[in-house]
């Protein structure tokens, strides 16, 4: 699960190990890591061949005053440049397109990992984390890809090649180098592991904001009317605020190790290049030589200098991994069998609870539905009735299996619900919610949400049934009219009925109904009560309704209390009977 406190910082090898996650998505691109590679070869090699040619200029041209070999060096410097600027550019846009790819796979895969995790996992997460992952986190890693690693192995490639002709040029020196170089990297390896914990933590805290933010925007209507404005923008300020501070500290501390990996490494080269000059005084050394060895112990101590400050991105991008392997690593409770069985074709409807018991992993205490028992016939529908909290949506979300039972079965056709694959459950089942999803598309494209391969007449012909086309077609753009992100340009009432015509186009033997017409005016309710009944011909319905109206329109009536069923029957005959229902019929009349 996704930590929303500050977590303890893991060693920095073992975060080190999340980016290994990152080589499936760039081994599909060999040929761009491929031409990185060579890239990054022929630059440093242009690179390290500079100072040679220093060297040759000042031992051979200055000393002989030889013009012509002056202007030699100088024509073979531009050549060597020339090829150092093609291959620079070459490297960068092989690296850079490579991250893009890269990244694109990643956002890709994880994107359909996440959409595919069962709602348990969504009861326990905060959907804005999930956004920051998908966006910041990712946007971390591409960096690492498109230019810290570039910029990293170069420095690699750099020190070992600058190391190894430092040697070649002068033994002594580089000996005196090596004699000095534990003193500089033990400081920055262990300043590093406070800079991996910064990072952690500022990019929690960036989470923590994007979660905020989208609580707060997509329940703008209720921050509105609740007059919310201001607390709401002091909470998310808030939030910006801890990680800024968050940010500072990981922005000071790899400032301060920056300057750290600076002072140390120049201060070492300086003492080695003392000693060269002594040498050069003494005459056992010529000046063209301590030139050289001084431009390539510059590129060393530059290229340890990058590698410095490329660590903190290092490790901020394996921050990051980390937290997008922990959501690839998260399996959903409800998945597919191992071996589906093929339920019987076409499907007749018929649903039966046989004692069921189910507690919400969030409520263990508390029963949903005690010991429940229902059996719902092929084209009968029926209603379920009862006060708040009865287990009324529980039957919904265990029929279309959000959750699993804790003891007993649910079964259709026979088949028990654990035994077939999602896919095939729920496309028997066409649900319409209590609380409208529109998204931000076309009109015809959110009716298509119900069939993906739908006609546009038969979209037409399903929004007629629900009483959607007329306000539909008044629309300037009629059908291809944008409704906004959630159906912001819709009134309550159109919006379920745009609902409805998703659920009539799905065309499932079996149809679930959640206060489907709670938002729609006495006129329309009637009209939808009519296009419901036809859609429901044939068809097994179960219907949640608090309107009595409904209600009585059900073959049959099921009172629930408690995760209990307490009495079946109809309409007239559990007025009769008096009990719960009775009174809860009594109640809405009176009111």
């Not at 998310?236 to 301060?256: E, F, H, P």
């Not at 005690?370 to 209603?383: C, M, Q, S």
Request: aromatic letters at 6%; one cysteine or more.
């Amino acid at each position: 699960m996704i930590q929303t406190s500050e977590p303890e910082s893991p060693r920095p090898t073992r975060q080190l190990a999340a980016l290994g996650a990152l080589w499936p998505y760039m081994r599909r691109h060999r040929a761009l890591a491929a031409g990185w590679l060579f890239f990054l070869a022929l630059s440093s090699g242009a690179t390290l061949a500079l100072p040679v040619a220093v060297r040759h200029m000042i031992d051979r041209g200055f000393a002989s005053h030889d013009a012509a070999l002056v202007n030699g060096t100088f024509l073979l410097l531009f050549l060597l440049a020339l090829v150092l600027a093609i291959a620079t550019a070459a490297r960068y846009f092989c690296i850079s397109l490579l991250g893009e790819r890269a990244i694109a796979a990643l956002r890709e895969i994880l994107y359909a990992h996440l959409i595919r995790l069962d709602v348990a996992f969504y009861e326990k997460t905060r959907v804005g984390e999930l956004i920051s992952r998908l966006g910041t986190d990712t946007e971390v890693v591409q960096t690492l890809i498109g230019s810290s690693i570039s910029i990293a192995l170069r420095s690699v490639v750099m020190v070992i090649g600058a190391a190894a002709l430092m040697v070649w040029t002068s033994p002594r020196l580089a000996g005196l180098t090596a004699l000095v170089i534990p003193a500089v990297i033990l400081p920055i390896a262990l300043y590093g592991r406070k800079l991996t914990k910064l990072s952690r933590t500022n990019q929690d805290r960036i989470a923590d904001t994007s979660a905020i933010a989208n609580e707060t925007l997509n329940a703008v209507h209720a921050v509105k009317a609740y007059a919310r404005e201001g607390i709401e923008s002091t909470r998310y300020a808030d939030a910006v605020r801890r990680a800024l501070r968050a940010a500072q500290k990981r922005i000071a501390a790899r400032a301060i190790l920056t300057g750290g990996v600076i002072v140390l490494i120049f201060g070492a080269i300086t003492l080695v290049l003392w000693a060269g000059a002594r040498d050069v005084l003494a005459g056992s050394m010529d000046a063209g030589l301590l030139s050289q060895f001084v431009l390539y112990a510059v590129m060393a101590a530059g290229s340890v200098g990058a590698l410095g400050g490329v660590w903190g991105d290092v490790l901020r991008a394996a921050g990051s991994m980390g937290r997008i392997s922990e959501l690839l690593d998260e399996r959903a409770s409800i998945a597919d069998p191992a071996q589906p069985t093929t339920p019987p074709q076409p499907s007749r409807g018929a649903i039966a609870f046989e004692h069921v018991e189910f507690r919400y992993p969030s409520r263990p205490d508390t029963p949903a539905l005690h010991d429940f028992t229902l059996h719902i016939h092929p084209g009968e529908t029926v209603a379920l009735v009862g006060p708040s909290g009865a287990g009324k949506s529980t039957v919904f979300n265990l029929l279309l299996r959000f959750h699993d039972p804790q003891r007993g079965r649910i079964t259709l056709d026979g088949v028990d619900l654990r035994a077939l694959e999602l896919d095939e459950l729920r496309g028997a089942l066409a649900l319409v919610p209590q609380e409208t999803v529109i998204f931000g598309a076309s009109a015809a494209d959110n009716i298509r949400f119900g069939r993906a391969d739908a006609t546009d007449h038969a979209v037409q012909a399903a929004a007629r049934d629900a009483e959607a086309f007329g306000f539909l077609s008044e629309q300037p753009e009629g059908f291809d009219t944008q409704l906004g992100e959630r159906g912001v340009r819709l009134s309550g009432g159109q919006r379920q009925r745009i609902a409805i015509a998703r659920a009539i186009l799905k065309d499932a033997p079996v149809l679930l109904l959640d206060e489907a017409t709670s938002s729609l005016d006495a006129q329309s309710e009637a009209a939808i009560q009519a296009a419901l009944e036809r859609a429901g011909r044939g068809r097994t319905t179960l219907v949640i309704a608090h309107r009595f109206a409904t209600v009585q329109r059900a073959d049959r009536i099921v009172v629930m209390d408690q995760g209990r069923i307490v009495a079946d029957g109809n309409h007239d005959a559990l007025l009769r009977e008096g009990g719960l229902y009775a009174e809860l019929a009594r109640l809405q009349f009176a009111a």
